[in-house]
């Protein structure tokens, strides 16, 4: 093996407020990146895309949690992963499982505030609900996170760490787990804490990990991304992610949607409607999943079942209805069975696929619109604290 000069080029790995080094964490990093600060410490670089596979196939592949388990790598090299780099995942706080055996995760890092994440186990796939921010901003009334303040965003190592962390509690690694051949979590959606397009340039990271073939290699047919309209980003979905579109509407009036989801106030239906039919690649093939929450007397009339039609008119898409699920303190209630049939029947017989989401894992505020964490934004002077 080369010879590592593991003194030189510290600088940047030290924390200029303990005067000590601070190790980077490997896990929000690229390939491409990973390679950069192998490099950058002196691995010759005929050596480097051969130590950064093996080192991204230990961490994604078999899901080693220690540089020191890492056997094919020699003791030398392995010394210098630790002296500069750190695998840390979010650590479990709390974990909730429901009777429907859906779990709920409460995450911390060395980073402020805490967030939740879900597992939907389901007969023929394993669904992670990814958090993008710790709260949110944009206030939607029927959403429980809405009523937490943002703290921040979340960092691409937190991003992928969920994934990781989850499956380590599943031992869902090397293809299977202890009760099975068959790979546990199979999907992803960004449909947890935050609001995913306001955190694009972390969130893409993130899934660029998820979906490499080398990393966790989850199919982005099987990752969804869904935003309240975001327009400046919309596009970028398809262009720089490549994952597959999910609109939380909820609404179709403007008076209805600035109440339900307020960010409609800067970007109404009528301008999402256009960038939407401008998606890039849009066809049947990459439909658009339109989010709906079922609201009792608010949006479940016959006349909204009609007016959601006409809107989504010439835009390859289905209708993902939801009941919506309660929590303390709103002022919300769901929609009637009946009612919600009668709205999915017009929306089938207009020729649009409408399933009607089973709630999971509400008994334990884990079903959709349900997250939220106790974490709340420092002052100034307390972040400094932090650092």
């Not at 670089?45 to 051969?50: H, L």
């Not at 409609?264 to 939407?276: G, P, Q, T, Y």
């Not at 999915?344 to 349900?370: E, M, N, T, W």
Request: include cysteine; charged fraction near 25%.
């Amino acid at each position: 093996m080369e010879k590592i000069n593991t003194f030189d080029i510290m600088d940047d790995l030290q924390n200029d407020t303990l005067n000590k080094k601070q190790k980077i964490n490997i896990l929000g990093l690229s390939q491409k990146a990973i390679s950069q600060y192998f490099q950058k410490k002196g691995i010759k670089e005929k050596n480097v895309n051969m130590r950064v596979k093996q080192v991204w196939s230990w961490i994604y592949s078999h899901g080693k949690i220690s540089f020191d388990d890492m056997t094919n790598l020699s003791k030398d090299f392995r010394f210098f992963l630790n002296e500069n780099f750190n695998l840390e995942r979010p650590i479990i706080v709390k974990k909730q499982v429901s009777l429907d055996g859906t779990r709920k995760y409460l995450f911390k890092t060395n980073k402020i505030g805490e967030f939740e994440t879900v597992f939907i186990p389901e007969e023929d796939r394993g669904t992670v609900c990814l958090s993008s921010q710790i709260g949110c901003t944009l206030n939607c009334s029927f959403c429980h996170t809405g009523t937490q303040s943002l703290v921040r965003n979340l960092e691409t190592f937190e991003i992928v760490g969920q994934v990781l962390a989850i499956k380590d509690d599943l031992m869902d690694w090397d293809g299977k787990n202890k009760h099975n051949t068959k790979r546990t979590i199979s999907n992803i959606v960004m449909m947890g804490m935050g609001e995913p397009l306001y955190n694009f340039d972390n969130v893409k990271d993130g899934i660029d990990i998820i979906m490499n073939n080398e990393g966790l290699a989850i199919s982005r047919r099987r990752i969804t991304l869904s935003t309240s309209g975001v327009l400046p980003n919309i596009h970028r979905v398809a262009l720089e992610i490549g994952c597959l579109l999910a609109i939380s509407l909820h609404g179709t009036t403007d008076s209805v949607r600035d109440l339900l989801v307020p960010i409609n106030k800067k970007w109404n239906i009528a301008e999402l409607m256009l960038s939407l039919k401008k998606y890039p690649k849009l066809s049947n093939s990459e439909r658009i999943t339109f989010e709906y929450v079922m609201l009792s007397g608010v949006n479940d009339s016959l006349e909204d079942a009609k007016r959601l039609v006409k809107l989504i008119q010439g835009i390859p898409s289905k209708v993902n209805l939801i009941p919506f699920n309660p929590w303390p303190g709103s002022n919300y209630g769901p929609s009637n069975p009946e009612i919600i049939e009668k709205f999915a029947a017009y929306l089938r017989k207009a020729g649009y696929s409408s399933p009607v989401r089973k709630p999971r894992g509400d008994d334990i505020l884990a079903a959709c619109g349900q997250l939220k964490s106790d974490s709340v934004k420092p002052k100034k002077a307390n972040a400094l604290l932090q650092i």
